[in-house]
């Protein structure tokens, strides 16, 4: 009897009981499903972190205070302007600037239209090399803009379309009124970048605040603080980055007289670190998916020794005539193969549809590759062995005579 | 001298039930030789049955000699009998003994997959075995949309299709109305005719006025072994 006239048959009796066959896959559905849908949202966010992550360029490296907390912004040990001038001279660095984070919720935009907090952020013009946004109107922040602490300021579209109701070229010159508790000032919009963190806050809609691009020198007056919030640098050699984060680190404790205060850390190793946390995730739920595979295995099992025992006159005839322990070995092995098989066909399905629904949820676009595919096949295929051999083996071995007087 | 078939000595097979001991089988000898047709009769329990699934290579003895076709079965291992089983021997039982979720055919089919026998050469011998026991016209039915005579019918052509150095037949019309009865014994004569070697099981003394030689058992043992004088032809009958 050949594999392919075992693999008819047990089809056969497979489909012959759908409901029994579905309950007993239904483990290795659900294991596989959920292995599947991991993978495929897993996948998916992986791509659009080292997406991001890319964009941003790797070689970029954020120096900021340990803790960053307000009392510490104001301490000793908090950065300044200074700092900053006193890294760039530092060897090895590509481009580096100064952020001044005003993401306080007394800055107001209020005209021309009033809308909700605004996130000022305050620069030099190397942000723009080390940020490298795509400009759609205008132009950015340059060296005049600081040494005059000029009143303007980059947009994205996003704030636009919310301060203005459009984005288009004719916003370059107009004025927005930043209000906080200095004051209100007028600022000019110089130009408009593309928001590329569009598709995320598109979910949270008014939760953002509108974000806005200014002279580091302006910021300092709008907020009247010397401290920035971080510097962000991209060094020359990214390769390099790690041996440079610490000669900025020293520097700045050489220079603030403290030790073990500051940290530079590449975008690399946040996306390391990144990495780990959904590979923590993935890792926890493939356990749960496991332990959904051994039981479901069980499962499989326990089946087929049912069936096995419903079918010991079937085997005894089958042996009457021929049939050799390896044949009856065979073909139970092949029946519980096609039941973990179809197990683990459904769970593909299943799995790839929940992770299409999770990651639209999510807002991460879930990929099913081949090689989940591939592995879920094996894994089920494997579990369908692994389990169907006892029953298997226990029906192979039967004596002829006992199993035809079964009743 | 024509081959000998089937040769026991002092055959035993015992049953231990708890402390006593069944001796289903007490040392019985028989020769059968190629092309005979014979008849095994005896009361209930007196070892016809047990006889038969040892000769069938189904049971093995607890102690004895047994040829078959020149071969040492006691020496065979799992895998050997059930070659023996699959190429030397067509056993046909009285309940039939068919796998009720194939059809006719396909129960005909099933012991040339084990013997390897090309998908399509299988089709071609089914049909053929089924014709000679007259069922060509129901070769894709399954067996419960067949009467008992016709399902034996169809065990027979299971058991011939693979060209069996012999027939065994344990009570084969015991479960049949005295039609198909004849109809059987019609089909085992001619086979019988065409060459070849049955051994059958049957409780009825006319039936076994069919065959060509009796052996009557008792408690084990084979207590007579005589030849059937005036042979009844089934076909004539039937007229
Ligand atoms: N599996 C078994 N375990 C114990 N004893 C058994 C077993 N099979 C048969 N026997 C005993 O062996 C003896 C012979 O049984 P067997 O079935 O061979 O008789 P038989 O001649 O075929 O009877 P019948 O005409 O009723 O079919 C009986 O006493 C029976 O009880
Ligand atoms: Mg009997």
Sequence with gaps: ?407 | MSKVMIQIENLKKYYSQGSIQVKALDGVSLRVQEGEFVSIMGSSGSGKSTMMNVLGCLDKPTDGIFFLDGIDVAKLKDTGLAEIRNKKIGFVFQTFNLLPKLSAIENVELPMAYSGVPIKERHKRASEALKRVGLSERMKHKPNELSGGQRQRVAIARALVNEPSILLADEPTGNLDSKSTFEIIDIFQKLNDEGATIVMVTHEPDVAQYTKRIVTFKDGKAISDEIVKNRIIAEEEMK
């Design chain 1, 1 to 407: 009897m050949s594999i392919f006239e075992n693999i008819k048959s047990a089809f056969k009796n497979v489909f012959s009981n759908k409901m029994r066959t579905f309950l007993t896959t239904l483990g290795i559905i659900i294991g596989i499903a959920a292995v599947i849908a991991i993978t495929s949202v897993g996948n998916g966010s992986q791509a659009q972190i080292t997406e991001q992550f890319d964009s941003l360029g790797v070689g970029r490296i954020t120096v900021s205070l340990r803790s960053n907390s307000p009392r510490n912004m104001v301490s000793a040990d908090a950065l300044t302007y200074q700092d900053y001038e006193k890294l760039r001279e530092i060897d090895g660095i590509k481009s580096i600037s100064p952020v001044y984070s005003g993401n306080n919720a007394s800055v107001k935009l209020l005209n021309p239209k009033e809308t909700n907090n605004a996130s000022i952020t305050g620069v030099t013009p190397d942000y723009e090399n080390i940020m490298s946004p795509t400009m759609l109107y205008g132009r950015y922040i340059n060296d005049s803009d600081v040494e005059a602490k000029s009143k303007v300021a980059v947009i994205n579209d996003t704030t636009a379309e919310k301060v203005f109701g459009y984005c288009n070229q004719s916003i370059i010159g107009e004025k927005i009124s930043i209000k906080t508790w200095q004051g209100s000032f007028k600022y000019t919009v110089i130009g408009i970048s593309e928001n590329s963190d569009a598709k995320t806050e598109s979910l949270y809609e008014n939760e953002y605040p509108e974000k806005m691009i200014v002279p580091i020198s302006s910021a300092f007056r709008l907020f009247n603080r010397k401290t920035i919030s971080n510097i962000v640098l991209v060094a020359e050699d990214a390769d390099n980055s790690e041996s440079l984060c610490s000669a900025i680190t020293n520097k700045l404790s050489e220079i603030h007289k403290n030790s073990d205060k500051y940290t530079a850390e590449s975008a690399a190793e946040q996306m390391d670190a990144m990495n780990e946390v959904t590979g923590t995730v993935t890792m926890l739920i493939s356990g749960v998916a496991a332990i959904s595979l051994i039981v479901g295995g069980i499962g499989v099992m326990n089946i087929m020794l049912v069936t096995v025992t419903e079918r010991t006159r079937e085997i005894g005839i089958r042996k009457s005539i021929g049939a050799k322990n390896k044949d009856i070995m065979l073909q139970f092995v092949v029946e519980a193969v096609i039941l973990t098989g179809i197990g683990g066909i459904l769970g593909v399905l299943f799995g790839w549809i929940f992770g299409i629904l999770a990651g639209n949820l999510m807002g991460v676009s879930s990929v099913v590759s081949i090689n989940s595919i591939i592995m879920a096949v094996m894994i089920s295929t494997a579990i369908g062995i692994v389990f169907g051999v006892y029953p298997a083996r226990k029906a192979a071995l039967l004596d002829p005579i006992e199993a035809l007087r079964y009743e």
